[in-house]
Structure formats: C-alpha cells, structure tokens
C-alpha cells in the first residue's frame, strides 16, 4: 500500500467533503484518442489491448494528461473490459468491444471465475506502481471498474448495444442466472478494485454507463442493487468511492442512499437540484461533453455557470460522460483552465 501523501491533494480533499481553495479537476476517458501524444503511443502500441497490457506504455497514457493540462488526478490506463479476461470472457477490441463466447446459460454464468484474491491482471499493478511513481503527491490516483449491469450488457450482448434486448431478454427469461451473473461480477470487480487499492490505486471510479437503458423500477433491480453489492464489499477498502451512474438522473433519490462517497452526475441532470437531492454525498460532473465542440468563450461561459451551480464541499468538476475523440485540445485545456482559475466570490 502506497504511503497517504504529505501535500494536499485537492480531489481526495473534494471526496472527503473538505473545504478546497477550488474544485478539482479532472475528465473521464482524459487518456484517448482526442490527445495526439496518445494516438502516437497507441500507433507504436498497435493494438488497443497490447496498450493496456504494457505498463511501460499504459503508465505513459495515463500521465500524458497531467502533464499537459495539469489536472488534479490521473485514471490508470486499461478499459472496464479488461478484468472480464481472467473471468473468462475472449475478448478483442476493433475498435468496439467484442466478446466471441458471451453468456448465454446459467452454466455459462457458472463457468465465470471469480478470482480471490484477485489476479489475471498483473499488467494494471505494475501501470499503477510505476504512474503513482511519477506523479506528484497533489495528483491523486484513480482505479475503476465498470458496474455489474454495465458489465452484463458486454457479457451478455457480446458488444456495445444499442437496444439491449439480449441482456433485457436474459434478464427476464432466466432471472436466476441473471442474478447469479451479477453476483459474479459484483464480487469478481470488488476483488479487482481491493488489488487496485494495494498497488497504489487512492480513489476508485466505478462506471455504470448504462443505467440509461433502464426504467426506474428495473434500474433498482438489475443495476442499483448489484451495485450497491460491490460497494458494500468494498466498505473496507479506505479510499473515496465514486458511483457513476450514467443516465440516472431518473434516480436521484434512490441515489442519495447508495453507500458510497461520492455520486458521479450525467449533464441530463441539473447540478443544484442534485446537491438538494443527495446532501450526503460528494458531487462530480457534469458539463456536457458535447459543450467541449464549442468555441472557447462558450466553454469558459457554460463552466463558469456549472461551477456557481455547484456545492461548495464536496464537489469534483468533469464532464458529464467522458470526453470524445473529435474534440480540439485546445477546447479540452480551456475546459480544465476555466476550472483552475475559478474561486468562489
Ligand atoms: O482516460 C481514461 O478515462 C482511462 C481509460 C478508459 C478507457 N475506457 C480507455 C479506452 C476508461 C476509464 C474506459 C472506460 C470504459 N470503457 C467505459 C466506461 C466509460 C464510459 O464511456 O461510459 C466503457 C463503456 C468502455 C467500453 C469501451 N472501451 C468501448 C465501448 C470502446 C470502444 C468505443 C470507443 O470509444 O472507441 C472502448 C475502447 C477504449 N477504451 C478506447 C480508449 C482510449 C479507444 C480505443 C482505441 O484507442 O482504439
């Protein structure tokens, strides 16, 4: 277990519901394909997997970020599928994600490994140890994992869905396999996410990008509750918990009893109304990333009303959804910098 830095370090500060001189910052898929530095570690790279599974490489991505916009966190390199190969998923990407043996029985969810503790993916301690290696103390270090439903629609679609009639279809003609299927993955990531602690990991994210496709009554069955499974089993863990639930701001209330540190918002929903909702939790979000294909004067505009809008503890500016390839870097650094700058009146 890495050290608690000495120096301050403004988001796990904003986790804790501590004062800070300004919010920080930092931007989910910040590491990708809009920042020419990565394109040309991914080319040298050439597959998207062999990029993650090369540390040396990962740890480069990862940081390229910080260095050039100086924000206040870094996400470890890798993909939310990734921990889906040592559970037993043949996974490639092309660049969409494709899985060629999904789940299709309730003896292919039984043949899901559940590593305890956990291992198969050694690559991501090594990335974490060698990034945190380099990164300033102020910097804080972030591992993640995707959610069990957002974990069963790859699962069970076998690739990104668009109407997730499989995963819906499985879900009601075979309930008891798919509660199986979500136990298993509730309690296979919050193994992945006790080993990402132990090599350095000081905050976890944990993506459920889409609890969109469900109604209010099957988003509590199929993805708030697994995923409150995982939280509770990673209770103990020490570090700040960031739940995002991409598409739920249907759910704000059912949110506000998630057992996590902090909830992490979509742009659907408004940030003031989020705060009155969820008044024991920690608030990251939620700017449009389609807002960063504006031009400059517009993002400095729309972040300095997000800002205004949102808490004054406890709360981590980012995009509401992660960042797209075709947005300018310029448009990302005006983003971070509207941040940086900004101070409560
Ligand atoms: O900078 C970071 O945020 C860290 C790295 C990161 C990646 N994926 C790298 C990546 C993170 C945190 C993710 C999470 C992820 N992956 C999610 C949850 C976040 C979200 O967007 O809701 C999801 C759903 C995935 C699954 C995934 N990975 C898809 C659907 C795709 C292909 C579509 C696409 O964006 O091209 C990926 C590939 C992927 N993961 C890329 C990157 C940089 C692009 C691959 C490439 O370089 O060719």
């Avoid at 995982?230 to 639930?245: M, N, Q, S």
């Avoid at 992490?264 to 705060?275: I, V, Y």
């Avoid at 031009?295 to 959804?321: F, Q």
């Amino acid at each position: 277990m890495q050290p608690t830095p000495a120096t301050s370090n403004r988001l796990l500060d904003a986790c804790n519901r501590r004062t800070v001189d300004r919010p920080p910052v930092w931007v989910m898929r910040q590491a990708g394909r809009y920042l020419p530095e990565y394109r040309e570690v991914r080319k040298r790279a050439g597959d998207f997997l062999t990029l993650c599974r090369t540390p040396e490489l990962a740890a480069e991505v990862t940081l390229q970020p910080v260095r050039r916009f100086g924000v206040d966190a870094a996400i470890v390199f890798s993909d939310i599928l990734t921990p889906l190969v040592p559970m037993g998923a043949d996974l490639t990407f092309s660049p969409a994600p494709h899985i060629s043996n999904p789940v299709r029985s309730v003896e292919d969810a039984e043949r899901l490994a559940v590593p305890r503790p956990w291992h198969g993916t050694e690559f991501l301690d090594q990335t974490l140890a060698r990034v945190r290696s380099e990164l300033d103390p102020s910097v804080a270090l972030i591992g993640f994992c995707g959610a069990p439903w957002t974990l069963a629609t790859y699962l069970i679609e076998g690739t990104t869905s668009r109407s997730f009639t499989k995963v819906k279809g499985f879900a009601l003609q075979q309930p008891e396999a798919f509660a199986l299927l979500l136990d298993r993955i509730a309690d296979g990531m919050a193994s992945y996410l006790h080993s990402q602690v132990e090599h350095g990991a000081q905050v976890v994210q944990i993506f459920d990008s889409w609890v969109g496709a469900l109604g209010a009554a099957d988003a509590r069955r199929w993805a708030l509750a697994p995923a409150r499974r995982l939280l509770e089993k990673t209770a103990d863990l020490g570090v700040p918990r960031i739940y995002f639930a991409n598409g739920g701001s249907h759910l704000l209330s059912d949110l506000s009893s998630m057992p996590c540190e902090v909830i992490g918002l979509d742009w659907r929903c408004d940030l003031a109304a989020a705060a009155d909702a969820l008044p024991g939790h920690a608030l990251q979000g939620n700017l449009d990333p389609g807002l960063l294909m504006g031009p400059v004067e517009v993002i400095r505009k729309r972040t300095l009303e997000m800002l205004r809008n949102a808490p004054r503890a406890g709360y981590i500016a980012n995009l509401g959804h992660g960042i797209t390839p075709d947005v300018p870097v310029s448009h990302m650094g005006a983003f971070v910098r509207t941040v940086q700058e900004f101070s409560h009146a």
